[in-house]
């Protein structure tokens, strides 16, 4: 709540209180000023002038600030088919940052940010993707209970101009709804290169609202979105008055419009067509994927590499260390030196939080992150990822799944987290709980991996690979069995395959800088912490007590030393943090490698465990535990049996 007096120019409100005597509350009821009233400020140079009804009163500034309001907000809802560019707009619009590609379903949940029209504000919610208000899957239910609510004041229905036709059934939906709306033809300029023509004068008189052509990437055309808001904020953008009408009749009216707004011009085939093409294809399309997937893991491999070798390891040893330790030098409390500095001068045996829990994270995993999703960010935006789960589908189904269940693996190699989410798509439980088991088992999330190769590449690369592979075949053979025991089907394959489109490199570096901030903000604390809360412990004894009564599992099944226990215990906050607190404990290369698939397999972070239950449900997520844990004590066992 506010008042008259600090509200902005431009901005609507609803009176709620008069705090003033019983005089002036009557005079201002008499200009109409009352609880109730809607009022919007015009000016506050000298008097604070509002409008309400037809007329507009002046107050006192003194007056004004006895005068409570609640400001109004203009909500405007970006409704679209997924892979239509409604996140890079939101984006663009707001500044906020938002994670987006080159194929459905990246939008699971609706995101609010603000827009700056004139002097004005409006919300803006980025709603989930979806190809009509039937929903299927439980995105699409996010996104028709929001027209179901009559939430919006305006709908911006982003439009893919590259595909009309198909795009027209939920713009015919959405003018039903009765709620003032605009038209943006998202990718004007792949339409245009594709030889496709659209008349935009003639198809916004067809659907009696503004159309507006836009290059979100580019920012092409969003001063007119913004234009448009402020128009509709003043009333000057009219609902439609369209009525409901049949599916049938649907497609019929967006036929006749294809035809008198939509000229295609025939033009050759593009590299990237005959490339669209060629990577479908049973042979070629696993020739490509090979030649993907090598390059992905030699690129990471290099950059991250390269990275700390040149840049990260030479500023940790002769810029920050004798800083650092400098620094804690000035103070006279030994206890302290040991929980900062640890009891080495070595960065990976001191086990201090400035030394060790600041190494870890930054010098040997934050490369591997940034290389990892660099090279994501340009398979995303490329469009790769779809047809990587069109080839992957006939062994999907092998497992229970159908092929776009690869997309939330591949999300899922990232953080465990937005993979979690992208199961959404999944249509039915069964294929959820499938999903669900395959994505915490299959591959450990990208700050594990980088730590896993830290930790074990000192022994050799194929004790890494060993130790990947080991993971892969436990989550095949997982969901191989749970297939058979489940009843129900693997339904069969529903997806758009994007055309294939060069990155934007602004896009491509924005989306790179909020996943790497968000692994330094958020991971990169917790490390620090997880050393600092050992010492701790070791100091206070507490340690000891726990690693006595963990031995029979730690020292006698896993053949692990004792001092592991703690790590073991922190890996349920972080699974990366465990991993990195494994390498001050000079494991053998049979603990490396036992530590690392039981620690990968046992539990999910607390953060993944968290979203499952909220997405699964409590007793999906706790079934999906449990056998996690069983694979990874059985495992543990093995390997140290075996080897």
């Given amino acids: 709540m506010t008042t008259l007096a600090t509200l902005r120019n431009g901005e609507e409100a609803e009176v709620k209180r008069i705090e003033a005597g019983h005089g002036l509350e009557h005079r201002l009821e008499r200009l109409g000023l009352r609880p109730g009233v809607s009022v919007r400020k015009v000016s506050d140079n000298g008097p604070v002038v509002v409008a309400l009804g037809g007329c507009q009163v002046a107050l006192g500034r003194g007056m004004a600030a006895r005068v409570l309001v609640v400001p109004r907000i203009f909500r405007v809802l970006l409704f679209g088919n997924p892979n239509v560019g409604k996140s890079v707009v939101f984006s663009r619009l707001t500044g906020l940052g938002v994670i987006t590609a080159n194929y459905g379903g990246t939008t699971v949940e609706y995101t609010k940010g603000t827009v700056q029209a004139g002097e004005r504000r409006a919300e803006l919610v980025d709603v989930p993707g979806t190809y009509s208000l039937e929903a299927t899957c439980k995105a699409e239910e996010v996104a028709r209970d929001f027209c179901r609510r009559r939430e919006a004041d305006l709908i911006v229905n982003v ?37 496709i023509e659209i008349d935009t004068g003639e198809l916004s008189k067809r659907l009696k609202v503004p159309v507006i052509p836009v290059v979100a990437v580019t920012g092409q055309g969003l001063k007119d979105i913004v234009r448009s808001v402020e128009r509709a904020m003043d009333g000057q953008i009219a609902p439609p008055a369209m009525k ?29 067509e005959r490339l669209e093409d060629a990577s479908l294809r049973p042979l070629s ?118 092929g776009y269940a690869a997309i939330p693996l591949v999300l899922g190699c990232g953080c465990k987290v937005p993979g979690v989410l992208a199961l959404r798509v999944l249509e039915s439980p069964r294929e959820r709980f499938l999903g669900l088991a395959l994505l915490l088992m299959a591959a450990p999330c990208l700050p594990q991996s980088a730590m896993m190769v830290s930790l074990l590449a000192p022994f050799g690369f194929h004790y890494v690979l060993m130790a990947f592979g080991i993971l892969a075949l436990v989550a095949v053979v997982n969901s191989v069995v749970l297939n058979r025991m489940l009843r129900g089907e693997a339904p069969e394959i529903v997806m758009e395959i994007p055309s294939y ?143």
């Fill in 501 to 643: 489109q060069l990155p934007h490199p602004g896009t491509l570096l924005r989306k790179l800088w909020f996943r790497v901030r968000s692994f330094i903000m958020e991971a990169s604390p917790l490390i620090v912490l997880g050393v600092l809360a050992v010492n701790i412990l070791d100091m206070a004894g507490a340690l000891a007590v726990l690693e006595g009564l963990a031995r029979p599992l730690v020292a006698g099944v896993l053949g692990l030393p004792a001092e592991s226990v703690a790590v073991i215990l922190f890996g349920f906050l972080r699974k990366d943090i465990s991993i990195a607190l494994l390498f001050p404990l000079h494991l053998t290369v049979k603990q490396a490698v036992t530590a690392s698939l039981f620690l990968v397999l046992y539990l999910p972070c607390l953060a993944t465990f968290f979203v499952a239950l909220r997405e699964a449900g409590w007793r999906t997520a706790l079934r999906v535990v449990a056998i996690s844990f069983a694979w990874a004590t059985l495992v543990g066992w093995l390997v140290k049996t075996v080897w």
């Fill in 159 to 195: 439009v893919d101009s590259t595909n009309l036709e198909r795009n027209l059934y939920l713009t015919l939906e959405l003018l039903e709804q009765g709620i003032p709306m605009v038209v943006v033809l998202n990718k004007w300029d792949l339409a245009r290169r594709k030889g």
């Fill in 285 to 402: 399309g696993f020739m490509m994927a090979a030649a993907v997937l090598a390059f992905t893991f030699g690129a990471v491999r290099l950059l991250g590499e390269g990275l700390i070798n040149h840049l990260f390891d030479p500023f940790f040893q002769h810029v920050y260390g004798p800083a650092v330790r400098w620094l804690v030098g000035l103070v006279p409390w030994t206890p302290l030196h040991h929980l900062l500095l640890g009891r080495s001068p070595e960065f990976m045996e001191s086990f201090g939080a400035l030394t060790t829990g600041v190494y870890i994270p930054i010098a040997l995993v934050l490369p591997y992150i940034f290389a990892f999703y660099l090279v994501l960010g340009v398979l995303e935006d490329v469009g790769y990822l779809p047809r990587l789960a069109v080839l992957l589908d006939r062994f999907m189904h092998r497992l229970g799944l159908h």
């Fill in 244 to 272: 409901p009408i049949d599916h049938k009749e649907r497609w019929h009216i967006i036929g006749h419009i294809s035809q008198e707004v939509q000229r295609i011009v025939h033009k050759h085939p593009s590299l990237l």
